[in-house]
T-cell receptor
Framework: AAGVIQSPRHLIKEKRETATLKCYPI?????VYWYQQGPGQDPQFLIS???????DKGSIPDRFSAQQFSDYHSELNMSSLELGDSALYFC?????????????FGPGTRLTVT | DQQVKQNSPSLSVQEGRISILNCDYT??????FLWYKKYPAEGPTFLIS?????DKNEDGRFTVFLNKSAKHLSLHIVPSQPGDSAVYFC??????????FGQGTELSVKP
């Protein structure tokens, strides 16, 4: 079965650079979530989209923005990168219209800011 | 403020025995809970969930118990297998669908 795809899997950037992370949800899933997991921490919710509209927002810095496109893939854009942005970034998708709360996660993008 | 808590950072169990992973939550409005398993360098994998209208849900070797009055849930794995060794996260679904995770418990199943 198709899973959530994230690219790139690894990304190394310098401080003050920008980064774009991509997420391709499971086909026919209508909701995408982004989470950030710092070293030794639990995943923290950043932002979500339902049917291409932002549905919820968590502790996402103003330097970050995200969108969901017409093909349902999503991109997380990160600017003015800081050392503290180094983390694993997970994308998850679900089928909200089916009343399912289960989110299926991608493998993550490991971002390292030097 | 940690709304979902897994107070045991690690657990070691012998193969074939029962593994019990615990999770506590503070918000009585939470009404849907999920358990995820995570291997290093992979994303969390959904294991099992439970709605607050139930007190037990079973799927093969995995059973989740929910005690609403105590705001406590637990995941039982019987029998435990070495391949179950991973980090287990408890999560609560909040309005809008986002998940609030616990800190995780690293389970080690020894042959």
């Amino acid at each position: 079965a198709a899973g959530v795809i994230q690219s790139p899997r690894h990304l190394i950037k310098e401080k003050r650079e920008t980064a774009t992370l991509k997420c391709y949800p499971i086909p026919r899933h209508d909701t995408v979530y982004w989470y950030q997991q710092g070293p030794g921490q639990d995943p923290q919710f950043l932002i979500s989209f339902y049917e291409k509209m932002q549905s919820d927002k968590g502790s996402i810095p103003d330097r970050f923005s995200a969108q969901q496109f017409s093909d349902y893939h999503s991109e997380l854009n990160m600017s003015s990168l800081e050392l503290g942005d180094s983390a694993l970034y997970f994308c998850a998708s679900s089928l909200a219209t089916a009343g399912s709360y289960e989110q299926y996660f991608g493998p993550g993008t490991r971002l390292t800011v030097t | 403020d940690q709304q979902v808590k897994q107070n045991s950072p690690s657990l070691s169990v012998q193969e074939g025995r029962i593994s019990i992973l615990n999770c506590d939550y503070t918000n009585s409005m939470f009404d849907y809970f999920l358990w995820y398993k995570k291997y290093p360098a992979e994303g969390p994998t959904f294991l099992i969930s439970i709605s607050s209208i139930k007190d037990k849900n079973e799927d093969g070797r995995f059973t989740v118990f929910l005690n609403k009055s105590a705001k406590h849930l637990s995941l039982h794995i019987v029998p435990s297998q070495p391949g179950d060794s991973a980090v287990y996260f408890c999560a609560a679904e909040v309005q809008g669908g986002k998940l609030i995770f616990g800190q995780g418990t690293e389970l080690s199943v020894k042959p």
